[in-house]
């Protein structure tokens, strides 16, 4: 239902544009959010967006650096990362949540499988 792409390896300082691709249905009713997790490390909710469009920003870490979108013509929701630092490492995930937006795993109703995000140089 949700099919994450657009991972890869960059170096410091660089941009990259995440893509969770899902279906009319989701996109229209469901709030999409962005997390990841690294090796080690607490999962880190990122970002989320509603059917209505508004978003919401959660992790100071990223702020002022990555920006959650929609494109509803291409059912797809987008993470863009800009300045990237080699603590952004780590495996980005989308996820599923009805109407509204949450940090709760509980809360989940779809899963997307992760892309792995690799900065260094």
């Known amino acids: 239902q949700l099919v994450e792409s657009g991972g890869g390896l960059v170096p410091p300082g660089g941009s990259l544009r995440l893509s969770c691709a899902t279906s009319?249905?989701?996109?229209?009713?469901?709030?999409i959010g962005w997390f990841r997790q690294a090796p080690g490390k607490e999962r880190e909710e990122l970002s989320c967006?509603?059917?209505?469009?508004?978003?919401?920003n959660y992790a100071d870490s990223v702020k002022g650096r990555f920006t959650i979108s929609r494109d509803n013509a291409k059912n797809t929701v987008y993470l863009q990362m800009n300045s990237l630092k080699p603590e952004d490492t780590a495996v980005y995930s989308c996820?599923?949540?009805?109407?509204?937006?949450?940090?709760?795993?509980?809360?989940?109703?779809?899963w997307g499988q992760g892309t792995q995000v690799t900065v260094s140089s």
């Open positions: 967006i509603r059917p209505n469009g508004i978003s919401t």
């Open positions: 996820v599923a949540r009805y109407r509204y937006c949450s940090t709760s795993p509980t809360d989940v109703d779809y």
């Open positions: 009319a249905l989701i996109l229209n009713n469901y709030a």
